[in-house]
Nanobody, 126 residues
Framework: HVQLVESGGESVQAGGSLRLSCDIS????????MGWFRQAPGKERAAVAA????????YVADSVKGRFTISLGNSKTTVYLQMNSLKPEDTAMYYC????????????????????WGQGTQVTVS
């Protein structure tokens, strides 16, 4: 029943930067995974980055390695995706996702790992 709200998506020129934010409705005390996914028209939803609090492990997709960074706010009520050196191929709807640690771990990049999703925020790079 966790609710997520993304913000920060904009139209930006290639080479520019954006920071996406995801507000979490409730402080979570147990271990969990926060992920960022994106979906472009005609393509499947793909994992971009994730943070697993149980081991403080961060994951990034090869396509954005060195350009995107995921981070969790100090209060743990907000997760960020810092996007630098944006390319036109980064254009997509970006979604924040939440997955509680337990028996539902299918890897950080699997949609099935996550239990709740935000509404999405559009990023357009031209």
């Amino acid at each position: 029943h966790v609710q997520l709200v993304e913000s920060g998506g904009e139209s930006v020129q290639a080479g520019g930067s954006l920071r996406l934010s995801c507000d979490i409705s409730l402080y979570i005390y147990s271990s969990y995974c926060m992920g960022w996914f994106r979906q472009a028209p005609g393509k499947e939803r793909a994992a971009v980055a994730a943070h697993y609090t149980g081991t403080a492990t961060k994951y990034v997709a090869d396509s954005v390695k060195g350009r995107f960074t995921i981070s969790l706010g100090n209060s743990k009520t907000t997760v960020y995706l810092q996007m630098n050196s944006l390319k036109p191929e980064d254009t997509a709807m970006y979604y924040c996702a939440f997955g509680m640690y337990g028996d539902n771990w299918h890897g950080w990049s699997s949609v099935s790992t996550y239990d709740a999703w935000g509404q999405g925020t559009q990023v357009t790079v031209s």
